[in-house]
């Protein structure tokens, strides 16, 4: 709730919001009641469907689109399809993201308790339930942050390819102004500490590096669980846990390269912040990453501790291609700007087979119903 309450919606975006906290709020009393994974995902769905009910009431307006965030308001978005006007959905994760960590948990069960995340895999014991049902019939346009995630869609669940668009996110423009003075050898990821972020692997190439060599130093930003801190902590790895968002930005100044392992994303924003500040970027594919391999980072195979060790390497030691990389990277950042996001969020929505040559005007869902969850997304 501390969190929450630091998350407030712009001045100007306040009174075109609604919020329907009553709704939410019984959810999350039905989500803290499920003692099993798949009874929570059961009652995140019923939120899901009593807050699409709500925004019914709240009625369409003049709208000619709806854009949400991963199907939220289901009932919403199926009533918007009927009605004739054009669904967008921001597929903000790879949506076979959950069974990617199932599979994970499957090969590292000492690692992590298991734990579904919206309920997909569960359809293949029970048909009848279909959380992404919804956002499949009734989506005109997928936003994807990333190649991956619009692979995924097009791949594993038929979504046709020309219904996509590649929508990347955007950095605060304030991470520009921020001084990057990199302590060589420190490595920083940021995002919760977790078989999905792949934090596993870069425990273990943090075991390599401490036998090459002891001046590296790999920190990680984000919140864990006691038992997989107790795996990973032997390995050389310092897990900082969640921390001030002031603090946060102070561990971006001293890191010399940023990486994240993960295996599954929609686009990390952590990773466009480290490119803002001057941060060479190791990622994977699946982070969803704008990073150029070669140019301002480094590109390796997802559960690949040796290509993980090996890339680090090769930024922390090579101080004149560390720099190189550090300018590319801010000036990579520069194509993110919320200025450039709205462009092709615009053009995404209003071109292609679902325009209709006339003034659009837009409806949005967000992935919660109270402000200060609505501004953190």
């Known amino acids: 709730m501390k969190r929450l309450a630091n998350r407030q919606v712009p001045e100007t975006v306040v009174p075109l919001t609604y919020t329907f906290d009553t709704t939410y709020l019984l ?57 004739g006007l054009t669904v967008a959905c921001d597929v903000n994760i790879a949506m076979s993201a959950e069974k990617i960590v199932i599979a994970e948990q499957a090969r590292f ?17 029970d048909p009848s339930f279909r959380p992404s049902e919804a956002m499949l019939s009734s989506t005109d346009i997928y936003l994807c ?33 921020v001084p990057n003075t990199p302590v060589p050898g420190r490595v920083l990821s940021v995002g919760s500490a977790g078989l999905r972020k792949g934090t596993h692997y870069l425990a273990m190439a943090a075991a390599q590096l401490k036998r090459r060599d002891q001046t590296i130093d790999i920190r990680v930003l984000g ?47 952590s ?20 990073v150029r391999h070669g140019v301002d980072g480094l590109i390796v195979p997802a559960r690949d501790p040796e290509a993980l060790t090996e890339a680090i390497e090769s930024i922390v030691r090579d101080r004149n291609r560390r720099e190189a990389m550090s300018v590319a990277a801010r000036r990579r950042a520069r194509d993110f700007t919320w200025e450039k996001l709205k462009e092709h969020l615009l053009r995404s929505l209003v071109a292609g087979p679902f325009a209709e040559g006339k003034e659009q005007v837009l409806s949005a869902t967000t992935r919660a119903s109270s402000a200060a969850r609505i501004s953190g997304e």
């Open 27 to 83: 959810g999350l009393l039905r989500e803290r009641m499920a003692r099993t994974p798949e009874a929570l995902v059961r009652a995140r769905l019923r939120t899901r469907v009593a807050l699409g009910e709500s925004m019914k009431s709240r009625g369409y307006g003049a709208a000619t689109h709806v854009l949400a965030q991963f199907g939220e308001g289901q009932g919403f978005l199926t009533e918007a399809k009927r009605r």
């Open 109 to 125: 069960p000492e690692w992590e308790d298991p734990a579904l995340h919206w309920g997909e895999t569960v359809s293949a014991s």
């Open 271 to 290: 990773t466009y912040e480290a490119l803002a500040m001057g941060i060479p970027v190791i990622a994977t594919v699946e982070a969803g990453s704008v």
């Open 223 to 269: 919140g864990v669980s006691e038992r997989f801190r107790n795996k990973a902590r032997p390995l050389g790895i310092t897990l900082l846990g969640r921390i001030p968002r002031f603090d946060v930005q102070a561990e971006y100044r001293l890191a010399d390269v940023f990486v994240l392992a993960s295996l599954a994303e929609g686009s990390a924003v």
């Open 145 to 177: 942050p990333s190649e991956f995630v619009r692979a995924d869609l097009i791949e594993n669940f038929g979504v046709q390819a020309e219904r996509t668009r590649l929508v990347p996110y955007a950095i605060d423009e304030r991470w520009f102004s």
